[in-house]
């Protein structure tokens, strides 16, 4: 663990560990270990909860029930707590595949050819470890308890894994991933819809051209709901200049492609020259653009 802060990894995975008596000794220096390769390298572990079917209320796992460290226990097939083995319980954060995995097989493990089928949290952890890794990829700013609280939110929740896992749910990768492209978001409720639009490229941000704010807690304007549905619905190249008050506006082109499709008709009517671009969109606006672009 040392040795990887040192030599500059930015994400550990530990699929190792075992259950300690309450208060033993050992469990300390482990602790210690752990906090000191985060204060000093500023490194994401990963560490498996451990095989013994335990819960970490009845004995110390170590390293993965360590302060800063993301525990993962195992769920099987369907996405269900695998409760054949996996330890469990407050301290262990989140859930991966751990049961019947397909994974290379080494020269002394059971078994012939090259790939084998297996259980252990030694796989949910690499697993989670990896996501943890490609959220780290995509934006190198990501911080240990960032990454940790992002894996957290956007986890797909399973019944079997309240108070067996903290957050309840199986990480998913590509919601931890898209969530983490946005600076604002952890603690927001609407994390995974956000997600969910940033990788289908309907939103791309609100501070362009960095884009690394979503600004979940602000209006949105005309203009900006022109862009959300134009890319939503997919919508064709405009075929004129509908409005006068656009010129000026990021979002000429969307609000075209809106007017092309006869989901906007303006903001002034009966004559409707305008379309008000910088006007926040009320509920009952948001009702009209959704009838008519779905409704087409």
Known sequence: TIYA????????????????????????????????VQEEHGITIVAAAGNAGTSSADAELMPAESPGVIAAVATRRGGAFADAFSNFGPGMEVAAPGQNVLVARAGSFPGSGDY????????????????????????????????????????????????????GGIVYATFAVWASKFDDIRGVVFIEDIAWLALRDITRGCNPPKNTRFCP????????????????????????NFFGDDNNSVFQNDINRLASAGITLGCNPPENTRFC???????????????RGLSN
């Open 277 to 291: 671009p910088n006007d926040t969109v009320t509920r009952g606006q948001m009702a009209a653009f959704l009838r």
């Open 217 to 240: 807690d602000s209006a949105v304007t005309r203009g900006q709901m022109a862009a959300f549905l134009t890319r939503a619905l997919e919508l064709p190249k405009p075929t004129k």
């Open 5 to 36: 802060g040192q030599n500059g990894a930015d994400v550990l995975n530990l699929s190792l560990g075992g259950e300690y008596p309450n208060n033993h000794p050992d469990v300390a220096v482990i602790r210690n270990v752990m906090r000191r």
């Open 116 to 167: 084998t089928r297996t259980n252990g949290t030694s796989f949910s952890s690499p697993l989670t470890a990896g996501t943890a890794a490609l959220m780290k990829a995509a934006d190198g700013r990501r911080t240990p308890g960032q990454i940790r609280t992002y894996l957290m939110q956007t986890v797909h929740e399973h019944p079997s894994l309240k108070n067996r896992a903290d957050s």
